[in-house]
């Protein structure tokens, strides 16, 4: 059904554009603005520093480690949380969207007391020369920590809509949990997964509080491209900094117009 108010529209939208111009119109533009100014040439010559590169390259293996691992960690759990009644479901289902409202800094905190040097479990592997943090693997837990909510929340409502019939069905026909989750239920999740990997891929790439916390911001080794824009920042080169930020907000834009089609799509057929 469609509730929209019909009549004219140009006293709320005008109000919506003033509160939004300066709230995320204008920093967004501004980002392009600085970005600019060097010209076409200092835009591309920035891009093509190998600390950029090397940063935009390892975001972007970082973003896509979290986004395959999120399919296969974020779809079980949701699976879990919705076909299966046991005692603590609720506790549980807190606890994994608790990542939502945690302060990055926090998070990435956390994780060096787990698996830092000083850590629970990081005193034991150290010895080992085992060192989770500070290194790649330790970016891909702090991003699986704060992104898996957002997974969960994409696949875990088209599981509810899913009618018990079709599994049931299955089931008479003699095709057991497994086969029936790869035959019925995996393909009736295509578009829930399909957003979901490209929400945990796109806070993936900018993810910055719980990064800082767990990569050491190591030039060339751990920094990703948020942190090299922090960095550049710090350092007083805004136009690099921006130059690089304006390509991450650029392929946010991207991922977002395709995630908003996507679901668009799904609303249309529903």
Known sequence: MNHRRKGSAWLPVTLLLVVLLPLIIMPIVAIF????????SGFLNTLAEPDV????????????ATALVNLVLGTFAAY????????????????????VAMPRVVVGTSLLLLWGPIGLIGRALDPLGLQPMFAPFGIVLAHLFVTLPYMVS??????EELE???????YTMGAGRWKTFLH??????????FSGSLLTFAHSLGEFG?????SGNLRLR???????????FEAGNIEAANAVAALLATISFVLFFVLLRLTGSRRRLA
């Open 33 to 40: 603005v600085f970005a600019a100014r060097g010209g076409v």
């Open 53 to 64: 590169q090397f940063a935009l390259r390892f975001s972007l293996l970082i973003a896509l």
């Open 80 to 99: 879990v949380l919705t076909k299966y009644s046991f005692r603590g479901r609720e506790m549980l289902t807190i606890l994994v969207s608790l990542p």
């Open 154 to 159: 994409s696949v875990r409502p088209v599981l």
């Open 164 to 170: 018990d019939t079709y599994e049931e069905a299955a």
């Open 184 to 193: 019925v239920i995996l393909p009736a999740l295509k578009g829930g997964l």
């Open 210 to 214: 719980a990064t800082i916390m767990v």
């Open 222 to 232: 751990t920094q990703t491209a948020p942190l090299y824009i922090f960095a550049q």
